[in-house]
């Protein structure tokens, strides 16, 4: 069992856990995975490592509630236990030492940027990163990435906060200053990451996107996480998370992301009915 020694809600929705589990703790790596099951009867939900204590044994997990297993996850509270944690998974990022990095980051997937920023920087980058969200209240960490970047320009489709717009306007800001940028690692919703990584094919900008497709065992068995890459199949627990974003055929990983939308919603609203939400 997996104890949670802090829990905060961040935004709408999201919620920020610190979580006793020695072993990751002490192994795992920016840009790694665990695979979660709240619950004995639970069903298995991959989340990334957000951050890691590696003397006092926790992990931190940043977490947006979208169905069942993330509802239960929010009902939790602090000294309360997760039933299981399976990892360090996946392959983690590529630390070196380039140059200019730019790091682009929507939604909850700045949860899975920020420690891949804290990274680079430490591995002597110039450090760049935009965070974007529909509202200035949905874009999450930014005292935490500003602390490890050079720059954090903050965009909102409102323009409640930083730049109005999108992120693709902030990186196409960048390519008319003419920063020279050696890699970008680009992570949040979907439609996010496939605009953002034209975009960065536009500017000839190599990227690196994390995929978090339906998964199962987390290992490889299953195939759930399958995507395709260059035209190659490629499993995203083993294979992955990471992959060259400009290779990624996002209208078929889109569709298979949607495959079971109308099975979660049963699945949210029976058991927010055994609840009494």
Not at 92 to 121: C, H, N, Q
Not at 187 to 211: D, H, N, Q
Not at 215 to 223: E, L, P, S, W
């Amino acid at each position: 069992m997996y104890k949670i020694v802090s829990k905060r809600l961040i935004a709408p929705k999201e919620f920020d856990l610190w979580i006793e589990a020695p072993r990751v703790a002490r192994n795992g790596k920016a840009g790694q995975f665990v695979v979660i099951r709240a619950s004995e009867k639970g069903e298995r939900i991959p989340l990334t490592i957000a951050d890691y204590d590696r003397e006092g044994g926790r992990i931190r997990i940043i977490f947006q509630v979208v169905g069942k297993t993330t509802k239960e996850m929010s009902l939790l509270d602090e000294g309360d236990c997760l039933h299981d944690i399976l990892g360090p998974l996946g392959n983690p990022s590529e630390i070196e030492t380039l140059g200019t990095v730019l790091m682009v980051g929507g939604g909850v997937g700045i949860a899975a940027l920020y420690p891949i920023i804290k990274e680079l920087k430490a591995a002597g980058n110039r450090v760049i990163t935009i965070l974007g969200g529909r509202t200035s209240d949905l874009v999450i960490l930014k005292e935490e990435c500003a602390a490890h970047s050079d720059e954090l320009i903050v965009t909102t489709d409102d323009g409640s906060e930083g730049m109005k717009g999108v992120v693709t306007d902030a990186m196409q800001v960048l390519a008319e200053r003419g920063e020279k940028i050696a890699q970008s690692w680009i992570i949040g919703p979907t439609i996010m990451m496939k605009f953002a990584s034209l975009k960065a094919k536009e500017l000839a900008i190599p990227c690196w996107v994390s995929l978090n497709p339906i998964m199962i065992d987390g290992t490889g068995m299953c195939g759930c996480c399958r995507v395709s890459v260059n035209d190659e199949i490629r499993f995203a627990c083993v294979d992955g998370p990471e992959f060259d974003g400009w290779g990624v055929n996002w209208n078929e990983f889109m569709n298979r992301m949607g495959q079971y939308k109308d099975e979660e919603k049963i699945s949210l609203e029976k058991y927010q009915s055994e609840v009494g939400e």
